[in-house]
């Protein structure tokens, strides 16, 4: 099956840094990827949509400005969170579609990234 | 509002005997039901799905029934063996957008040998 790989798997950070997190599919082509955040014992929230090449698509209430998402490329999409507070620890997990059905359950998941900002 | 709801956080079940993980929705504009698969420190990995115009479909050890009417699924899983052991979230999406799936707060199923 499609293998999509997050870096890094786990990070502790200062009040006021940013971290960036990588999101690469590895053996397709994704035209599409999404952003998700879980916090403990909640589902997983969609954040953003991003599509290779154009800007992302935020869902309401996430803050553009502090999580940036770039889709440079077709195998790779990063978050960045920047001036990271408490309140950002999360797990971030991404998803990658190839696009080459509509059908969303071609999204694989990535293993997700746990934020832990001190 | 929680448009995807599974109200059972937790299920403990023995090895050979049935799961049955139930799901809940409120949107009614939802046409696609998905089951996913998580374990610890792990992404999700999809299980089975269902059309609204289906209200049953099989795979394996796998089957999700639809209740349209009562906006409600669920999922079974006969026998239950302990690699079956993970956290089972429920999640639909919309004829209007299929590639934004919605989530559920999730299952954690545990099988006990």
């Known amino acids: 099956g499609a293998v999509v790989s997050q870096h890094p798997s786990r990070v502790i950070c200062k009040s006021g840094t940013s971290v960036k997190i990588e999101c690469r599919s590895l053996?397709?082509?994704?035209?599409?990827m999404f952003w998700y955040r879980q916090f403990p014992k909640q589902s997983l929230m969609l954040m953003a949509t991003?599509?290779?090449?154009?800007?992302?698509?935020?869902e309401q209430g996430v803050e553009k400005d502090k999580f940036l998402i770039n889709h440079a490329s077709l195998t790779l999409s990063t978050l960045t969170v920047t001036s990271a507070h408490p309140e950002d620890s999360s797990f971030y997990i991404c998803?990658?579609?190839?696009?080459?059905?509509?059908?969303?359950?071609?999204?694989?998941f990535g293993p997700g990234t746990r934020l832990t900002v001190l | 509002d929680q448009q995807v709801k599974q109200n059972s956080p937790s299920l403990s079940v023995q090895e050979g005997r049935i799961s049955i993980l139930n799901c809940d929705y409120t949107?009614?504009?939802?046409?696609?039901f998905l089951w996913y698969k998580k374990y610890p420190a792990e992404g999700p990995t999809f299980l089975i799905s269902i059309s609204s115009i289906k209200d049953k479909n099989e795979d394996g050890r796998f089957t999700v029934f639809l209740n349209k009417s009562a906006k409600h699924l669920s999922l079974h899983i006969v026998p239950s063996q302990p690699g079956d052991s993970a956290v089972y979230f429920c999640?639909?999406?919309?004829?209007?957008?299929?590639?934004?799936?919605?989530f559920g707060p999730g299952t954690s199923l545990s099988v006990i040998p």
């Open positions: 053996d397709f082509q994704a035209t599409t």
């Open positions: 999640a639909a999406s919309a004829k209007t957008s299929y590639d934004k799936v919605i």
């Open positions: 998803s990658a579609s190839d696009g080459s059905r509509r059908r969303i359950d071609t999204q694989y």
């Open positions: 991003s599509n290779e090449g154009s800007k992302a698509t935020y």
């Open positions: 949107n009614s504009m939802f046409d696609y």
